[in-house]
């Protein structure tokens, strides 16, 4: 079966998460987030902690072992959301030889945001811990403060979201995904939107550019 694979990429909250969300909502595909992944697996989040805490990379091999345990689920048969893979040329080249099929659609989606707005948005982040939701206090508040939606568990911010990991994590950002946005253009499969409007708008937008590269229109039975 043919499968349609969405990546999300862009630095730190440009909203890939939020956008998602909503995508897999819309298309009826689960959203994969490698980071959530790692946050909700207690042993290699106890492992990979400090890696985490300060910004930087986990090892591939073990990335690329959590998504592949994922990507068996059911759920994934007719096709994934991922969001933060991948990150790596090596994540790449293990993504296209042993996971893409010929017969697979597959689009890239950049979320471009300025740096001053990065900052504005993971001060005001907050996440539950239990089920992985995101919130924003101004821009995405729960509907009781500090309490999760969907789950009522107390809300959090992510150790990883102060001003100087922040400044770590986007300048790994800028160094890494160089390479890999260029093989997007040349394979033809990259798609950039702008990601500093409200989180709606930025919604439409992405369905209207998935609508024109015949994403949307070659796969009528997900929409
Ligand atoms: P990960 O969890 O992927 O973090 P990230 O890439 O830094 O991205 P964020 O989750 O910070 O941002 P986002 O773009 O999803 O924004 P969001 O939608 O939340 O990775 C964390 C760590 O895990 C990495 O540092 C690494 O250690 C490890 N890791 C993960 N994947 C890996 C991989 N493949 N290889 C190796 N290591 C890996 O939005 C942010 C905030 O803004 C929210 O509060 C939201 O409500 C708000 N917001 C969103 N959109 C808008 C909008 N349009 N207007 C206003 N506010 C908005």
Known sequence: MARKILFFFGPPASGKGTQA???????????ISTGDLLRRNNQ???EYKSAMN??????????NDLLIERLSQADAEKGFILDGYPRTKTQFEYFYNNIIKSEDKACAIEIS????????????????PQCGAGYHLLYKPSQQ????DKCQTALE???DDTEDII???????QRTMGPLVALWWQMGELIIIKGEKEIDQVNDDILEALEEDGFLKLKPEII
Do not use: H, M
Request: aromatic share 6%.
């Open 54 to 63: 300060e910004g930087q990379l986990v090892a591939d091999e073990v990335i």
């Open 113 to 128: 945001v300025s740096e001053p707005e990065i900052y504005n948005r993971l001060a005001g982040r907050r996440f539950c």
């Open 167 to 173: 400044k770590e994590r986007l300048g790994l950002y």
């Open 157 to 159: 911010q992510r150790p």
């Open 44 to 46: 290699l989040a106890g």
């Open 145 to 148: 403060p500090g309490i999760c």
């Open 21 to 31: 969300e909503k995508l897999a909502q819309q298309l009826g595909l689960p959203a």
